[in-house]
């Protein structure tokens, strides 16, 4: 049973289209992260959020909108697709409210590839 | 000067060799050290975590870090080909988040 899932696993679009990817958990975790892997691996938070509220929001543009139901899901809408937004999109999550290390650990999905042509 | 600096490889080596994979940091804040192993279309996955400065081993890896130097290190021993991945090292400074080398790409030759 997956622990963090997210669906596509792949997405071609054309420029200028809107999609959304959506990510679940399963742990019972009360942070939710976006991450943008680029071509060369380096690996740069998009968005947080803690209990339905957007913590922490990086210079990304503001056609990418994270969206988050309920604690176990944060989902990912972006609108007016560009080239530059090709990459691999990770959702990842932890517990912040453990104490100790165990609540620094996150735990990554699969990644969606998203292709922009 | 970034925050977290790693190579990033690609580093090829022979089987059952030792693999030290390094990397440096400039924010003294810091407080907990992890290293992820992602391999190729696959999600980072967490290899191993610690939070002081000294050792921590884990069957064939050991983690190491230096908080005077900003300095940490994942070695492997007697590596093996399911190892070629990428090695991530990541950070965070309590209540923060995360900052993440840009990974060193391994390679073990059978």
């Known amino acids: 049973d997956t622990a963090v899932s997210q669906t596509p696993k792949y997405l071609v679009t054309q420029m200028g289209n809107d999609k959304s990817i959506k990510c679940e958990q399963n742990?019972?975790?009360?942070?939710m992260y976006w991450y943008k892997q680029d071509s060369k691996k380096f690996l740069k938070i998009m968005f947080s959020?803690?209990?339905?509220?957007?913590?922490i929001n990086e210079t990304v543009p503001n056609r990418f909108s994270p969206k988050s139901p309920d604690k176990a899901h944060l989902n990912l809408h972006i609108n007016s697709l560009e080239l530059g937004d090709s990459a691999v999109y990770f959702c990842?999550?932890?517990?912040?409210?453990?104490?100790?290390?165990?609540?620094?650990?996150?735990?990554f999905g699969a990644g969606t590839r998203l292709s922009v042509l | 000067q970034k925050e977290v600096e790693q190579d990033p490889g690609p580093l090829s080596v022979p089987e059952g060799a030792i693999v030290s994979l390094n990397c440096t940091y400039s924010?003294?804040?810091?407080?907990?050290f992890m290293w992820y192993r992602q391999y190729s279309r696959k999600g980072p996955e967490l290899l191993m975590y610690?939070?002081?400065?000294g050792n921590k081993e884990d069957g064939r890896f050991t983690a190491q870090v230096d908080k005077s130097s900003k300095y940490i290190s994942l070695f492997i021993r007697d590596s093996q080909p399911s190892d070629s991945a990428t090695y991530l090292c990541?950070?965070?400074?309590?209540?923060?988040?995360?900052?993440f080398g840009p990974g060193t790409r391994l390679s073990v030759l059978p």
């Open positions: 990541a950070m965070i400074n309590y209540g923060q988040n995360f900052v």
């Open positions: 924010n003294s804040a810091f407080q907990y």
């Open positions: 610690t939070y002081s400065s």
């Open positions: 742990l019972g975790h009360d942070t």
């Open positions: 990842a999550s932890r517990h912040s409210s453990n104490a100790g290390l165990a609540k620094n650990i996150q735990y």
């Open positions: 959020y803690n209990n339905k509220e957007l913590i």
